[in-house]
């Protein structure tokens, strides 16, 4: 009789404990999405430490890039015009986060023929528009520039090919000066130094600008 009365008092005990053990796992499970919550905070934290909006970070995307190009461009007249490139100088635009953006760029070039040597010309103006077409995606003013070169090339191989042929004339032909230079020589002539005179009138200018 004794062992069927001490029955009932271990069954209480077993089912009182179960509600005590499932509450404490339903805590923890709890507390698991709170901490992976704050983890994702912290991350969106460093990578926007100023807390910009959407449309900012846009911006903000948009104008790194602008910069990384312009610069690329312009470094890349820089290379190939060498000693006739000057330095580089840029116009910034503030970003979202208080940083400044490079959003245009040019580089001074020296297009100015060289005074009486066409073949010196011939090989600057060479220089001068491949400095032109180097970058990926030459501008209007780049394309300007290019042009510009060749034509003075053009005309310094006109005035060379004039000269070679003076030397080759032992005397003077029909149509050719007292001096043996034929008139389609002079005109060459006449049209390079003019070309020079344009090119150092009284601003001094001679330079040109690649954008």
């Known amino acids: 009789m004794n062992v069927s009365s001490s029955i009932p008092a271990i069954f209480p005990v077993v089912s009182g404990a179960s509600p ?3 509450s404490t796992v339903s805590s923890a499970e709890d507390a698991a999405p709170e901490t992976g919550f704050a983890d994702n905070q912290d991350k969106d934290a460093r990578s926007n430490p100023q807390g ?47 940083a400044q953006y490079a959003v245009g760029g040019e580089v001074p070039i020296d297009v100015a023929p060289v005074a009486g040597d066409p073949q010196a010309t011939i090989e600057k103006m060479r220089i001068v528009r491949a400095a032109a077409m ?68 009284a601003s001094g200018a001679i330079t040109s600008v690649f954008a």
């Open 20 to 22: 005590t053990v499932s």
């Open 52 to 98: 910009l909006d959407e449309a900012q970070l846009k911006q903000l995307a948009e104008l790194k890039a602008r910069d990384r190009e312009v610069r690329a461009h312009e470094a890349a007249h820089q290379a190939v015009g060498g000693q006739y490139a000057g330095a580089m100088s840029f116009t910034f635009q503030r970003g979202p986060d208080g």
């Open 134 to 201: 180097a970058p990926a995606q030459p501008s209007a003013q780049d394309r300007a520039v290019a042009a510009q070169a060749m034509q003075t090339m053009l005309q310094a191989q006109s005035e060379l090919a004039a000269g070679d042929d003076n030397e080759q004339s032992d005397s003077p032909a029909a149509g050719s000066d007292p001096v043996g230079q034929t008139a389609s020589g002079r005109q060459a002539s006449e049209l390079y130094q003019s070309v020079f005179a344009m090119q150092n009138d």
